[in-house]
């Protein structure tokens, strides 16, 4: 591994395994805070113990520095969603929902900061394949992605193979995945049709059952063309809620 492979090892070790599980909990202790305060600490505690056992126990995943810290996050989610399920009267949608929602502004910043710098009309697409790119380096090698541009105006990142999906799957918990997915609202929030004449989507999940996940960002002439997100629009409806996959 030479030193830049080592940085970024590095850089997603810190963002995966502090950053993003330090923001989390922050969010389920404000829940926490609002439905059950005089057992704040105590079941934030919980999280965090239980997310130890569960991350020592599947260390055979941890095979690189992304990895580490992408088993960290993942087990701090699995052990959120087991402590909360009962606050929620033993519903797994709403559970799931409600962790989805607290993940979806960890990150953000970062992504505001990394896409919304490309909202320009020079060779947007361009340069947003090319931060794609970048920064799918800071996931585990587990990850299997591939980018495609199938006519001039589309580009389609797919993910063919996911960390936290085989993760979540080993816990017969395959749903709770889209928890993880929730944080990518981020990236496609952060490209605006009316300064970029770009508008994204997603179309497929891995975490609904997909063969894979299909992240596109296609032209568009219409200002106030919003995003699309299969997350949004199939979870919880039979077709990923309960779904084991």
């Known amino acids: 591994m030479n030193a830049i492979d080592k940085a970024i090892a590095a850089e997603a070790h810190w963002l995966m395994g502090r950053v993003m599980p330090r923001r989390f909990l922050g969010e389920v202790r404000k829940h926490l805070h609002h439905v059950a305060p005089d057992r704040e600490d105590e079941l934030i505690d919980t999280i965090r113990a239980r997310s130890k056992e569960i991350a020592a126990a599947d260390e055979d995943l941890a095979t690189d520095g992304p990895s580490k810290g992408a088993l960290l996050i993942g087990a701090v989610v699995l052990a959120a969603f087991e402590t909360l399920l009962p606050l929620f009267g033993g519903d797994r949608t709403r559970t799931i929902r409600y962790l989805q929602h607290a993940m979806t502004p960890v990150l953000r910043r970062p992504y505001d900061m990394a896409f919304s710098a490309l909202n320009e009309r020079d060779e947007p697409l361009e340069k947003i394949e090319k931060t794609c790119r970048v920064m799918v380096k800071l996931y585990p090698a587990r990850f299997e992605f591939d980018f495609r541009r199938p006519e001039p105006g589309l580009f389609e990142m797919n993910v063919r193979r996911c960390f936290w999906r085989d993760f979540f799957a080993r816990h017969d918990a395959t749903p709770v ?22 508008r994204a989507e997603r179309t497929s999940l891995l975490s609904l059952g997909d063969s894979s996940c299909r992240f ?30």
């Not at 928890?179 to 970029?196: E, G, L, R």
């Not at 063309?225 to 409806?237: Q, S």
């Open 177 to 198: 995945t889209t928890v993880m997915c929730a944080f990518d609202v981020n990236f496609m929030k952060a490209i605006d049709p009316a300064v970029s004449g770009l």
């Open 216 to 245: 596109a960002v296609l032209e568009t002439d219409d200002p106030l063309d919003g995003y699309g997100d299969v997350l949004e629009t199939r979870f919880g409806d039979g077709d990923g809620g309960e779904r084991g996959g």
